[in-house]
């Protein structure tokens, strides 16, 4: 865990106090850009050599300056060489090289010259040649420290970071105010996978050198890396100042957009967008078709309409990225304009920043000193399943040619094994062009309201495990950068066709993994969805290029060194892959068993049982012995109300193996089926209900199931309406919950936040909002917990905080189109607690006008609204259709609904037998207990008011 901000300036103040009194803590960005403006003015007026004021400026950020001086200035060595700093800067990698070259050719030990040449060979990813140019510096001046720190930087890249981490500190011994040596001993910190140990040095880096681009991105990321959303904004403060020192910077445009942002949708959405985009789906199609002229023409009569919107031009910039038949000079060079343009136009838009720096990184590719052969590799690459590969892979045919596909087919290996079983579920996989999201490209706004699990925005990320990857992950990939297309294909097939036995051993190896410190990179630590997807690739793939960071530089090497065991059972996987593909069916039987389990539960979903009993029939022919098919099976039984028959598939399931704990839930369910049909005594489901999710959660040893089955059982406890027992339940697991994960910590957090609901909406109590509170500050776009911790602002009666919290979340949804209806009807009746009858209505309209509708468990919440509103009829008509309750909570809620319609009607008295009743039934219902004293005080029935609050009080107080 990286260290909090207090704690690093602590540990940074005997540092900082040996520093001039000018010297600025990373922080203080405002400081720092004011002194950033006076160095630049400064540096213009300066009595220098043209060469050095260029220099200087070129430090500072002033591009345009600087190249207005190296106009005006004699061609002389020195001269040249601040031209090919500028040229590196960018991305115009032979013209910087022709220029070294003319001053080697004169001054053949020019120190300036063999740097800049050691960084170029770093660039074409010639990593020895640069050490051994760095290193004849060094034999010339042993404490050569800019010499030092290259050949440290090269090591770091081929990851020999303790020899890396040594030339760093042999820097700083030297000389103690470099600030690029400690610079480099924090970037061996992140790539060694050490982050908490990266920050200090970061920081005594910038305090020397407040204007290095590269340091301030590595200083917003590790703010990033702390995963609080309320340090975003602090996050965004550096990264602005990076691209003011560097405008092409490349890493800080691909994390700002790739979904590390302080923005949400809300701040991207205009309300003509959806209009622009249909107006320009007939230049996209044009595109499609190879006819870039005539698109480019249709898109500026488009943006004539439009001049305030930014997605004609991202369409105009996209469409000369992916003009491959263009000469790649200018239809780069006219990308980056376009793209520079937007961002000037719109602040910090993250498909903009995406856009920059995919131009930047094909500018960078082709300086790769194996990038013809690459090049012929991709073209030579023949397509040996174009059918299969058409059906998972439909929109790699809207590109023109066949050069992307190619790319695609040349970056997935043996895992074209899959394709067939991923067409059995109509699985598909998308290439979006720069101009289009993931909302669009897979028909979903979930990906414009959403955060990853490390704060990222869902809006602006170009890769999706459900099945997308950007085309410029496309391009990276087939020139050795990080595969994304594989390691998002990986998830693909990882969540619709591995088995249960597959997905849980590569869980224990992540565990395990985790345990021994054997994950080969942080990305690949979050989760063991990350840790397959990272590690697959790097089974197949002896060579990586110019990593986008310490997450992208996995090899076959580093994967049998680090996780031997792991590789283990990749090799298998892939040796049965083989097998399939060599035409052993059976290699692979009961994967297709689990995609007809998967085609089963869809088809159960969709209440077509008759469907979902042939699937399952097709999974049991190719596994028999599949116990989620089997369980399954019984599922279907049981929703047949075929009790007899689900029981017998559930024998069948124990004599495959007794001691799988889903067997055991699979049980609870089918009596708590029973109860509800009249089968089965309440208290008899109940206890043996008790009795297997304890027999369950003992059994099971696979941490996430683990955590499934708490979830299920502390649920089921608050449906019987035994609040104590759901909250020791979800206490207990949180307080020792195994936190190795993100899904893991998310299971922690959400139980947390349920025992904290329970209470909130139970008792009074101050405690469970601020817990809640601490969790949506952390999550702010998780919208159940800010639906819970809602609730319990409610129930405290803070109903205009519970408001803002709500608001502040409907505002990204109504954004991306989807607002949600269950925070609809909570803002309108807390709006009516407040007394504010117009507001409510306000809040409620969608629902009263039926655009928007509630789900079946929370229908009963609109009742007392509709009947505030003074629409008695509707709320009458509302409460006589909602079904039939199941549990005692239901009965309660639907009980309490019309006791609310029945007080907003002034009919007290009744109100006050329907909300005892319900009471009776739910005891835990604090709104309603506060209802009805507050109504037992009106009616002058002080005492019996006094009691209701007491039995309240007393229930709590023995819980």
């Given at each position: 865990?990286?260290l909090?901000?207090?704690?690093?300036?602590?540990?940074s103040a005997a540092?900082?106090?040996?520093?001039?009194?000018?010297a600025?803590?990373?922080?203080?960005?405002?400081?720092?850009?004011?002194?950033?403006q006076?160095?630049r003015q400064?540096?213009l007026t300066?009595?220098?050599s043209?060469?050095?004021?260029?220099?200087?400026?070129l430090?500072l950020g002033?591009w345009?300056?600087?190249?207005?001086?190296l106009q005006?200035?004699?061609p002389d060595?020195?001269?040249?060489l601040?031209?090919?700093r500028?040229?590196i800067l960018?991305?115009e990698?032979?013209r910087?090289e022709?220029l070294?070259q003319e001053?080697?050719q004169?001054?053949?030990?020019e120190?300036?010259?063999?740097?800049l040449?050691s960084?170029?060979?770093v660039?074409a990813?010639?990593?020895e040649k640069a050490?051994a140019t760095a290193?004849h510096l060094l034999r010339?001046n042993?404490?050569?420290?800019?010499a030092?720190?290259?050949?440290g930087?090269?090591?770091?890249l081929q990851k020999?970071?303790?020899?890396?981490?040594?030339?760093?500190?042999k820097?700083?011994?030297w000389?103690?105010e470099?600030a690029q040596?400690?610079?480099?001993?924090?970037d061996v910190?992140f790539?060694n996978?050490?982050?908490?140990?990266?920050?200090?040095?970061l920081i005594n880096?910038l305090?020397l050198?407040p204007?290095n681009a590269?340091?301030?991105?590595?200083y917003?990321y590790?703010?990033?890396r702390?995963?609080?959303a309320?340090q975003?904004?602090a996050?965004?403060a550096?990264?602005?100042l990076a691209l003011?020192l560097?405008p092409l910077h490349?890493?800080?445009?691909w994390?700002?957009?790739n979904g590390?942002?302080n923005?949400?949708?809300?701040d991207y959405a205009?309300?003509e967008?959806e209009e622009v985009r249909?107006a320009?789906?007939?230049?996209d199609?044009?595109?499609?078709?190879?006819k870039?002229?005539e698109a480019?023409a249709?898109i500026?009569?488009?943006?004539?309409?439009?001049?305030a919107?930014?997605?004609?031009a991202?369409?105009r910039g996209s469409?000369?990225?992916?003009?491959?038949?263009m000469e790649r000079?200018?239809?780069l060079d006219?990308?980056?304009?376009?793209?520079q343009?937007i961002?000037?136009?719109k602040?910090?838009y993250?498909?903009?920043?995406?856009?920059?720096?995919?131009?930047?990184k094909?500018k960078?590719?082709?300086y790769?000193?194996?990038y013809d052969?690459?090049h012929q590799?991709v073209?030579?690459?023949?397509?040996k399943?174009?059918k299969n590969f058409?059906r998972?892979?439909?929109?790699a045919?809207?590109y023109?040619?066949?050069?992307?596909q190619?790319?695609?087919w040349?970056q997935?290996?043996?895992s074209i094994v899959y394709f067939?079983f991923?067409s059995k579920?109509d699985?598909?996989f998308?290439?979006?062009?720069?101009?289009?999201?993931?909302t669009?490209?897979?028909g979903?706004?979930y990906f414009?309201q959403?955060t990853t699990?490390?704060?990222?925005?869902?809006?602006?990320?170009?890769?999706?495990?459900?099945g997308?990857?950007g085309?410029?992950?496309?391009?990276?990939?087939?020139?050795?950068?990080?595969n994304v297309?594989?390691?998002?294909?990986v998830h693909?097939?990882?969540?619709s066709v591995?088995?249960?036995?597959?997905k849980?051993?590569v869980?224990?190896l992540?565990?395990q993994?985790?345990?021994e410190?054997?994950?080969?990179d942080y990305?690949?630590?979050?989760?063991?969805?990350?840790?397959?997807?990272?590690?697959?690739p790097?089974?197949?793939?002896?060579?990586?290029?110019?990593?986008?960071?310490h997450k992208?530089i996995?090899?076959t090497?580093?994967?049998?060194?680090?996780?031997?065991?792991l590789?283990t059972f990749l090799?298998?996987l892939?040796?049965?892959?083989q097998?399939?593909l060599?035409?052993?069916?059976?290699?692979m039987?009961?994967?297709?068993a689990?995609?007809?389990?998967n085609?089963?539960?869809?088809?159960q979903?969709q209440k077509d049982?008759?469907k979902?009993t042939?699937?399952?029939?097709?999974a049991?022919?190719?596994?028999a012995?599949?116990?989620?098919?089997i369980?399954?099976y019984a599922?279907?039984?049981?929703?047949?109300?075929?009790?007899?028959?689900?029981?017998e598939?559930?024998d069948?399931?124990?004599?495959v193996?007794p001691?799988y704990?889903p067997v055991?839930?699979?049980e609870?369910?089918?009596?708590?089926?029973?109860?509800r049909?009249g089968?089965l005594?309440a208290?008899?489901?109940m206890?043996r209900?008790v009795?297997l999710?304890?027999?369950a959660?003992a059994?099971e040893?696979d941490l996430?199931t683990r955590?499934?089955?708490n979830?299920?059982?502390?649920?089921f406890?608050?449906d019987?309406g035994?609040?104590?027992e759901a909250?020791a339940?979800a206490?207990?697991?949180a307080?020792?919950?195994?936190?190795?994960?993100?899904?893991?910590?998310d299971?922690r957090?959400?139980?947390l936040?349920?025992?904290n609901?329970?209470?909130?909406?139970?008792?009074a109590?101050?405690?469970?909002?601020?817990?809640l509170k601490?969790l949506v500050a952390l999550?702010p776009?998780?919208?159940?917990?800010?639906k819970?911790?809602?609730?319990?602002?409610?129930?405290q009666?803070?109903s205009?905080?519970a408001?803002?919290t709500?608001?502040e979340?409907?505002r990204?949804l109504?954004?991306?189109g989807?607002?949600?209806a269950d925070?609809m009807?909570?803002?309108?009746?807390?709006?009516?607690?407040?007394g504010?009858k117009?507001?409510a209505?306000a809040a409620?309209?969608?629902l009263l006008d039926?655009?928007a509708?509630?789900?079946?468990a929370?229908?009963h919440?609109?009742?007392?609204?509709?009947a505030?509103?003074g629409e008695?009829?509707?709320?009458k008509a509302t409460?006589?259709q909602?079904?039939?309750?199941?549990?005692v909570?239901?009965?309660a809620?639907?009980?309490?609904a019309?006791?609310?319609?029945?007080?907003a009607k002034?009919?007290a008295g009744?109100?006050?037998?329907t909300?005892?009743r319900?009471?009776?039934?739910y005891?835990?219902?604090?709104d309603?207990?506060q209802?009805l004293?507050q109504?037992?005080q009106?009616?002058?029935r002080r005492?019996?008011?006094?009691?209701v609050q007491?039995a309240?009080?007393?229930?709590?107080?023995?819980n």
């Amino acid at each position: 865990m990286l260290l909090t901000p207090k704690k690093l300036l602590l540990c940074s103040a005997a540092f900082l106090a040996s520093l001039s009194a000018f010297a600025q803590h990373p922080d203080e960005v405002a400081a720092v850009r004011q002194k950033l403006q006076q160095e630049r003015q400064e540096a213009l007026t300066a009595n220098t050599s043209p060469a050095a004021k260029a220099s200087r400026l070129l430090d500072l950020g002033a591009w345009q300056q600087a190249k207005q001086v190296l106009q005006a200035a004699e061609p002389d060595q020195e001269a040249k060489l601040v031209q090919a700093r500028l040229a590196i800067l960018q991305n115009e990698f032979e013209r910087a090289e022709k220029l070294v070259q003319e001053v080697l050719q004169k001054s053949p030990q020019e120190r300036e010259a063999l740097l800049l040449q050691s960084k170029l060979q770093v660039q074409a990813w010639e990593l020895e040649k640069a050490k051994a140019t760095a290193k004849h510096l060094l034999r010339k001046n042993p404490k050569d420290e800019a010499a030092a720190l290259a050949v440290g930087r090269a090591l770091m890249l081929q990851k020999k970071y303790d020899e890396a981490l040594g030339w760093a500190k042999k820097v700083q011994v030297w000389n103690p105010e470099n600030a690029q040596a400690y610079l480099l001993e924090s970037d061996v910190h992140f790539w060694n996978q050490k982050p908490e140990l990266a920050e200090q040095p970061l920081i005594n880096s910038l305090t020397l050198d407040p204007f290095n681009a590269d340091a301030r991105f590595s200083y917003g990321y590790a703010i990033w890396r702390r995963v609080d959303a309320t340090q975003l904004d602090a996050m965004a403060a550096q990264w602005e100042l990076a691209l003011a020192l560097n405008p092409l910077h490349y890493v800080t445009h691909w994390h700002w957009g790739n979904g590390h942002t302080n923005l949400t949708y809300a701040d991207y959405a205009q309300p003509e967008d959806e209009e622009v985009r249909k107006a320009l789906a007939s230049a996209d199609k044009l595109l499609s078709e190879n006819k870039l002229r005539e698109a480019l023409a249709e898109i500026q009569m488009v943006q004539q309409k439009y001049k305030a919107s930014v997605l004609p031009a991202m369409l105009r910039g996209s469409a000369y990225y992916m003009a491959f038949d263009m000469e790649r000079v200018a239809r780069l060079d006219s990308a980056q304009a376009i793209f520079q343009r937007i961002l000037d136009k719109k602040e910090h838009y993250g498909p903009a920043h995406n856009a920059l720096a995919a131009v930047i990184k094909q500018k960078q590719l082709t300086y790769l000193h194996n990038y013809d052969s690459l090049h012929q590799v991709v073209e030579q690459t023949v397509i040996k399943d174009p059918k299969n590969f058409a059906r998972v892979f439909p929109d790699a045919a809207y590109y023109p040619g066949k050069e992307v596909q190619q790319m695609v087919w040349s970056q997935l290996y043996e895992s074209i094994v899959y394709f067939p079983f991923l067409s059995k579920q109509d699985e598909k996989f998308v290439i979006p062009p720069l101009h289009v999201d993931l909302t669009i490209a897979m028909g979903s706004p979930y990906f414009r309201q959403a955060t990853t699990f490390d704060n990222r925005q869902w809006m602006d990320i170009r890769g999706v495990g459900s099945g997308a990857a950007g085309i410029e992950y496309v391009v990276r990939g087939s020139y050795l950068e990080r595969n994304v297309v594989l390691h998002e294909y990986v998830h693909l097939f990882h969540q619709s066709v591995f088995t249960d036995a597959e997905k849980r051993e590569v869980r224990r190896l992540y565990n395990q993994a985790m345990a021994e410190n054997r994950t080969l990179d942080y990305y690949s630590a979050n989760n063991e969805h990350e840790y397959l997807a990272q590690t697959y690739p790097a089974y197949f793939e002896p060579v990586k290029v110019h990593p986008l960071n310490h997450k992208s530089i996995n090899t076959t090497a580093d994967l049998k060194a680090k996780d031997p065991e792991l590789y283990t059972f990749l090799d298998g996987l892939v040796k049965r892959q083989q097998a399939y593909l060599a035409g052993d069916k059976q290699a692979m039987a009961s994967n297709w068993a689990q995609v007809y389990l998967n085609l089963a539960e869809q088809a159960q979903r969709q209440k077509d049982l008759k469907k979902a009993t042939v699937y399952l029939d097709s999974a049991l022919v190719w596994d028999a012995a599949y116990q989620p098919a089997i369980l399954a099976y019984a599922g279907v039984k049981q929703e047949q109300q075929e009790y007899q028959a689900a029981r017998e598939w559930l024998d069948r399931a124990i004599k495959v193996n007794p001691d799988y704990a889903p067997v055991y839930v699979a049980e609870a369910n089918l009596y708590e089926a029973m109860k509800r049909s009249g089968k089965l005594k309440a208290t008899d489901a109940m206890m043996r209900q008790v009795a297997l999710y304890q027999k369950a959660a003992a059994l099971e040893n696979d941490l996430l199931t683990r955590a499934s089955i708490n979830e299920r059982f502390r649920e089921f406890y608050a449906d019987y309406g035994m609040v104590p027992e759901a909250i020791a339940v979800a206490e207990t697991y949180a307080a020792n919950a195994p936190t190795i994960s993100t899904y893991l910590r998310d299971s922690r957090d959400e139980a947390l936040a349920y025992a904290n609901w329970l209470k909130g909406t139970t008792r009074a109590t101050d405690e469970a909002a601020q817990e809640l509170k601490k969790l949506v500050a952390l999550k702010p776009q998780r919208y159940e917990l800010r639906k819970q911790y809602a609730d319990v602002l409610a129930a405290q009666g803070k109903s205009k905080a519970a408001i803002e919290t709500l608001e502040e979340a409907q505002r990204i949804l109504a954004a991306a189109g989807v607002p949600r209806a269950d925070f609809m009807v909570r803002m309108a009746d807390y709006h009516l607690q407040l007394g504010n009858k117009d507001a409510a209505r306000a809040a409620a309209q969608p629902l009263l006008d039926g655009k928007a509708k509630l789900a079946v468990a929370e229908q009963h919440l609109l009742v007392p609204v509709l009947a505030a509103l003074g629409e008695a009829d509707k709320a009458k008509a509302t409460l006589k259709q909602l079904p039939k309750p199941q549990t005692v909570v239901e009965q309660a809620q639907q009980l309490a609904a019309k006791g609310r319609m029945q007080e907003a009607k002034g009919q007290a008295g009744s109100a006050i037998r329907t909300y005892e009743r319900s009471l009776l039934l739910y005891p835990y219902q604090l709104d309603i207990r506060q209802r009805l004293v507050q109504l037992l005080q009106q009616k002058k029935r002080r005492q019996d008011a006094q009691n209701v609050q007491e039995a309240g009080e007393h229930l709590t107080q023995s819980n």
